[in-house]
Nanobody, 117 residues
């Protein structure tokens, strides 16, 4: 079992940057695929980015070229670097972990990102 805690959100102006962190405890993330999702007010939660156990990455089309996901297994932490932020990026950002071959997902509590002038 793994516990996830996101941090790094906040208020940023359009065009600004943020780096979100997802710190895991209870288990090493080396055996987990890791994900970032986001949920804007009144909208469904959507996948932002994926990083597999071997470091392969994928990004949702609206964010390609603006975000980078990375993982540091030694620190048991996953990051999401977000650049050129837009008001439509405003959402609660969630971290998710899924062990290799498993169906159960572990979620963090989320961190709010607000992009506004």
């Amino acid at each position: 079992q793994v516990q996830l805690v996101e941090s790094g959100g906040g208020l940023v102006q359009p065009g600004g940057s943020l780096r979100l962190s997802c710190a895991a405890s209870g288990s090493s993330i080396s055996g987990y695929h890791m994900y970032w999702y986001r949920q804007a007010p009144g909208k469904q939660r959507e996948l932002v980015s994926t990083i597999t156990t071997d470091g392969s990455t994928d990004y949702a089309d609206p964010l390609k070229g603006r975000v980078t996901i990375s993982r540091d297994n030694a620190k048991n932490t996953v990051y999401l670097q977000m650049n050129s932020l837009k008001p439509e990026d405003t959402a609660v950002y969630y971290c998710k972990a899924r062990r290799i071959g498993a169906l159960y997902n572990y979620w963090g509590q989320g961190t709010q990102v607000t992009v506004s002038s």
